[in-house]
């Protein structure tokens, strides 16, 4: 168990390009959510999948944004036509349905810090 | 609406001090709740986590938390805290619903550590 990973760590672009960030998730966790995380703010949720499957997606996620989780393993999260406030860390955590037993806890990845100039 | 709020933004104490961090939150029902740490640059750490039975609950690095229901709040301390415990502490509630297991955050309280 290697933890959850994220690529790339870091991510500088300019105004209007297109990011796309990755998350690997601990292995045999089928759940798995997005994050971002502003200066001086808690993380904020994004997105979640169960699966494959995007069960819920915030406000805060506009039409920009989308992500996928294609064959339940890996997702990736692309912001389209950046803008400067879209500079944020952007994290990744999964976490184990085991609703059966107990809530799931969440394990989070080191983040990708955007930095949109 | 759930909610979680940290009243202090900034926090500092001296090394081998005694540690507590606030952490109140708003929820109608049983609440699951969370503590991480964030140090400088990288992702969150879980110290502890309660769900339900004892209220006082023990994490890593020796951080325990107690949860108090009159009160809403589940507040981490520390007896002695080290100089590596300086970082952010980020508390958290599950946010329960049909179908969602998302996590809300408060706006974390800096910890400074004074050798």
């Known amino acids: 168990d290697t933890g959850v990973s994220q690529d790339p760590r870091h991510k500088i672009t300019k105004r209007g390009q297109n990011v796309t960030f990755r998350c690997d998730p601990i292995?045999?966790?089928?759940?798995l959510y997005w994050y971002r995380q502003t200066l001086g703010q808690g993380p904020e949720f994004l997105t979640y999948?169960?699966?494959?499957?995007?069960?819920?997606k915030s406000r805060l996620l506009s039409d920009r944004f989308s992500a996928e989780r294609p064959k339940g393993s890996f997702s990736t999260l692309e912001i389209q036509r950046t803008e400067q406030g879209d500079s944020a860390m952007y994290l990744c955590?999964?976490?184990?349905?085991?609703?059966?037993?107990?809530?799931?806890?969440?394990?989070f990845g080191p983040g990708t810090r955007l930095t949109v100039l | 609406a759930q909610s979680v709020t940290q009243p202090d933004i900034h926090i500092t104490v001296s090394e081998g001090a005694s540690l507590e961090l606030r952490c109140n939150y708003s929820?109608?029902?049983?609440?699951?709740l969370f503590w991480y740490v964030q140090s400088p640059g990288q992702g969150l750490q879980l110290l502890l986590k309660?769900?339900?039975?004892?209220?006082l609950v023990q994490g890593i690095k020796g951080f325990e938390a107690e949860f108090k229901r009159s009160q809403s709040s589940f507040n981490l301390r520390k007896p002695s805290v080290h100089w590596s415990d300086a970082a952010e502490y980020f508390c958290a509630v599950e946010g329960q619903g049909s179908g969602t297991y998302k996590y809300i955050f408060g706006t974390g309280t800096r910890l400074k550590v004074l050798a």
């Open positions: 309660y769900f339900s039975g004892d209220t």
């Open positions: 955590a999964s976490s184990l349905d085991s609703r059966a037993l107990l809530p799931d806890t969440q394990y």
């Open positions: 292995s045999e966790h089928n759940r």
């Open positions: 999948f169960q699966n494959e499957a995007q069960l819920e």
């Open positions: 929820y109608g029902a049983t609440p699951y």
